[in-house]
């Protein structure tokens, strides 16, 4: 490894050591590569290359294409050569500086293989100014001054503060340009500047080496230095979109790297390689990892989105690493529908087998509990068992959504996500709300129109309880935040303060957003009994306006990703924005609803956590979110539709039992997910088991958990299994790990206790009808785990009871056996 020179050695190395040091690949070995073999056909990305002015460049990727349809990765071994009147420098690895103003092909060569790039060199002679926006602060960003851990913070670090990641320029161009003199930054003598001594180590600095001399954001730094410290000049073309090649790309063994090249193309149509100044992370480090300039090493086999920032752009690609499986022959599994087709794709692609599909009890007690949040009944589980209809499974599923406690289970769901709490909207507020959201699932209500009557409602919000979602709101910055999260599966909190960290919105997009709510006010209503029961009023003040905080600048009404609305005085601006959220075509709605949908369904979702879609954050398959979303909107927002599709799909009814292949996998739904049952779930599935009601405080007997519609209602049990207070949009409100507390509960608490030895319970009523051992043994396990006991647990469990010496004895047995089911995993978990 070549050593580096030391800063007060050697100020400015020769550009050949920088580049050399830099900017190069780790050597890979061209027989570890090519694995012996010669492609059939190269490739270089871009094909046209454009450089303009002396300090620009470009990467170039070689791509080897081979006879067994496998794709690598070659630019670290291929030779550069350009031919002809010496137009560019070319480097190993496939960097391009310009020498000469013309034209040139930069040839790559790997064995008797060859391909060209055609490069058009500008104004070789000009050095162009540093530009401060383009190169200085996405310089610093790289280099990681600007992180949030360091000068990034609104205080700073030692006095120098910087904008989060380069968001406030005018902010950043003061904080260098104007404060501590001439020590910071001295354009009389550049290399003494302190950003630049501390950055390379030279000068103690509690955030360590930065960058090195021979590295492009010591040379970006020190060239603005020396020019003048100019801010962004006026009138040049601004960045509009950021590009990654070469793209998705499935990478087969001896394959173990490839680079990347970032491409920034501006609004006059020029395109400016920034590969060495962008920033790059791996969703999966334990798949991909990307080192300095964009070079992405294998760490394992799967696949990793690539995130590409460059100041508030972001671009993706994904990688996949694959390596032959031994003893894997895939064959193509049945697929329903289409979710089956894109499924299937993405598993034969991974080379992860589905496991078979579950045998008919598992299938009952999972549509069950995922439709109407109730385990099948003995009597249920028995008919649908000797029933030999070839389409049972299907008719199942249409007899849950035709059925109450379907309703009340969905209507739940929405009760969480949209503050149905008295501590918001007063006591009968909660209980009316909670009606009007029954209602709306009952009548299966659209989707956009469920989510236009909450995003336009106003009035007071006991005589129009969608109203209720706003007393959860208090200003315009949680409205934005709140509707977004739940309607757009977006979180723009951190736009909030600065541009988003790990998307693409600025500060701007979120004020903008913002605007549509700066009008919503809030009064007493006319029913007020006391304190913690009154009602509000939500009403519009015409001609109340949001500010930027950072420009003091009035924002008008913006949708994220499309242009402001012009709209008269006294125009609801929410009812444009409600527009705008439930047009077919907007990009984040039927996206986010059917991957709730499929969360609440399949475990996880398309894109998990699931209210939280972003380019760092892709769906596991494109293809299939797409395709839901798109069913979704050309059937009128149909909820019930997609359910049905989810549930009649091979995915959904796949078993949870792994086999050879896909023990591993917990992310692509190769089987079945197996998660605790919600606190309401299992209290209502316990009860239902032991066949003894639950008392809800004052509700009315026979009140089932899924019902309760205030979430300021307090329960030991519920609130040990982590029924959410209903205070956050967030799914993540409702606790899913498992914890000691749920054990003891279980284990030694009251509630099970008491419904175990209730003397008119399940067992009691049995013992009652004369019922003989066997009869009670395949009822309790009919009525907890789902399906009658197996000969090994029957001959275990059956003479337990036929050696007892009285029904007293007889009773206990029994309800050892009922405690044992309740406690076991097949009772406790959806699997």
Same mark, same amino acid.
């Given at each position: ?14 550009? *050949?050591?920088? $580049? ?6 780790? @050597? ?25 002015? +002396? ?10 294409? #081979? ?38 092909? !930069? ?7 060859? =391909? ?9 002679? /000009?050095?162009?100014?540093?530009? #401060?926006?383009?190169?200085?602060? @996405? ?9 949030? =851990? ?13 904008? $989060? ?14 404060? /501590?003199? +001439? ?9 003494? +500047?302190? !950003? ?36 962004? @000049? ?9 590009? /990654? ?60 989105? %690539? ?30 529908? #289409? ?46 068992? *000797? ?8 008719? /199942? ?9 379907? %309703? ?71 409205? !934005? ?19 988003? %960290? ?25 029913? #007020? ?8 009023? !939500? ?14 600048? %009035? ?31 907007? @990009? ?45 909107? +050309? ?107 749920? =054990? $003891? ?56 009871? *036929? ?29």
């Amino acid at each position: 490894m070549t050593r580096r020179p030391s800063p007060t050695a050697r100020r400015t190395p020769p550009l *050949a050591l920088a $580049l050399a040091a830099a900017l190069a690949p780790l @050597p890979l070995s061209p027989a570890v590569v090519l694995g012996g073999e010669t492609p059939a056909l190269l490739t270089v990305e871009p094909a046209e290359v454009r450089l303009d002015g +002396s300090r620009d460049e470009a990467q170039l990727i070689v791509t080897g294409y #081979f006879d067994d349809g496998s794709v690598r990765d070659l630019t670290a071994v291929a030779e550069f050569t350009s031919p002809g009147a010496p137009v560019v420098e070319v480097y190993p690895g496939g960097l391009i500086r310009p020498a000469s103003a013309g034209q040139a092909r !930069v040839v790559a060569r790997v064995g008797t293989a060859e =391909a060209a790039a055609a490069v058009t060199v500008e104004r070789a002679g /000009v050095e162009h100014a540093r530009r #401060f926006e383009v190169e200085v602060q @996405p310089a610093l960003t790289k280099a990681g001054c600007n992180q949030g =851990a360091c000068h990034g913070t609104p205080t700073g670090k030692e006095g120098f503060r910087l904008s $989060l990641r380069g968001f406030d320029p005018d902010l950043d161009h003061a904080t260098l340009s104007r404060e /501590v003199g +001439s020590r910071r930054v001295n354009p009389f003598d550049p290399e003494s +500047s302190l !950003v630049l001594l501390k950055g390379t180590g030279a000068v103690a600095h509690e955030g360590g080496r930065r960058f090195g001399p021979d590295d492009p954001t010591y040379r970006i730094l020190r060239d603005w230095i020396a020019e003048g410290l100019a801010a962004e @000049p006026e009138g040049l073309p601004v960045p509009t979109r950021l590009e /990654v090649l070469p793209g998705d790309r499935v990478l087969d063994a001896p394959a173990e790297s490839q680079q990347l090249a970032a491409r920034l193309h501006f609004e006059d149509g020029t395109v400016r390689d920034v590969t060495r100044l962008a920033r790059y992370e791996s969703s999966d480090a334990t798949v991909a990892t990307i080192g300095p300039g964009g070079m992405a090493r294998k760490a394992g086999t799967g696949e990793a989105t %690539v995130l590409v920032n460059f100041g508030s752009l972001v671009a993706t690609t994904r990688l996949v690493f694959r390596e032959p499986v031994d003893g894997l022959a895939w064959t193509d599994p049945p697929n329903a529908n #289409f979710i089956d087709e894109h499924l299937s794709s993405k598993l034969e692609l991974l080379r992860i087998p589905p496991s078979r599909s579950c045998d008919d009890a598992t299938f009952l007690r999972r549509a069950h509990l995922d439709l109407i949040g109730l385990p099948p009944t003995p009597g249920e589980i028995r008919a649908f068992l *000797a029933d030999d209809r070839p389409d049972r499974r299907a008719l /199942v599923i249409d007899g849950l959504l035709g059925r109450p406690e379907y %309703v009340d289970f969905w209507a739940m769901k929405w009760a969480d996500r949209l503050g149905c709490n008295q501590r918001f909207t007063g006591h009968k507020g909660a209980y009316s709300y909670y009606r009007w959201i029954r209602d709306q699932v009952a009548a299966n209500i659209p989707f956009d129109e469920f989510a236009r009557a909450i995003v336009t409602a106003d009035g007071p919000n006991y005589v129009n309880p969608p109203a209720s979602f706003y007393r959860r709101i208090r200003d315009p910055e949680e409205a !934005v935040e709140t509707v977004s999260q739940v309607f757009l599966g977006l979180r723009l909190r951190c736009a909030r303060c600065h541009n988003h %960290v790990a998307d693409r919105w600025t500060q701007d997009d979120y004020y903008g957003m913002a605007a549509f709510f700066s009008q919503v006010r809030y009064k007493n209503g006319p029913q #007020f009994f006391e304190t913690y029961d009154k009602e509000e009023t !939500v009403y519009l003040q015409p001609d109340r306006e949001i500010r930027q905080p950072r420009t003091g600048r %009035v924002m008008a009404p913006k949708p994220l990703g499309a242009p402001a609305v012009a709209l008269e005085r006294d125009e609801d601006r929410r009812e444009a924005l409600a527009d705008w959220i439930t047009a077919p075509e907007n @990009p984040f709605f039927a996206r986010a609803a059917v991957n709730r949908i499929w969360f609440h369904l399949m475990g996880r979702g398309i894109v998990d956590p699931v209210d939280d879609l972003r380019a760092s954050n892709p769906p596991i398959s494109e293809g299939l979110m797409d395709a839901l979303a798109d069913d979704f909107a +050309s059937h009128g927002f149909d909820v019930k539709r997609t359910i049905r599709l989810i549930c009649a799909s091979r995915a959904y009814q796949r078993s949870a039992e792994p086999n050879a292949f896909n023990a591993d996998d917990d992310r692509y739904f190769s089987r079945a997910t197996v998660a605790l049952l919600p606190a309401e779930v299992l209290l209502d599935a316990i009860s239902q088991a032991a066949g003894v009601d639950e008392q809800l405080g004052h509700l009315p007997p026979g009140t089932r958990a899924v019902e309760v519609p205030d979430g300021e209602f307090s329960h030991p049990f519920l609130r040990t299994f982590g029924r959410p207070s209903r205070s956050e949009a967030c799914e993540c409100e409702r606790e899913r790990d498992s914890t000691l507390e749920q =054990a $003891l509960q279980l284990v030694g608490g009251r509630t099970v206790h008491e419904k175990v030895a209730e003397e008119d319970n399940r067992i009691g009523r049995l013992m009652a009808s004369g019922a003989g051992d066997e009869a009670i043994v395949e009822e309790l396990f009919l009525a907890t785990v789902c399906r009658p006991p197996s000969d090994e647990e029957s001959a275990l469990v059956t003479p337990r009871l *036929a050696e007892a010496t009285d029904q007293a004895d007889r009773r206990r047995v029994a309800e050892d056996l009922l405690w044992s089911l309740l406690n076991h995993p097949e009772f406790l978990f959806r699997h």
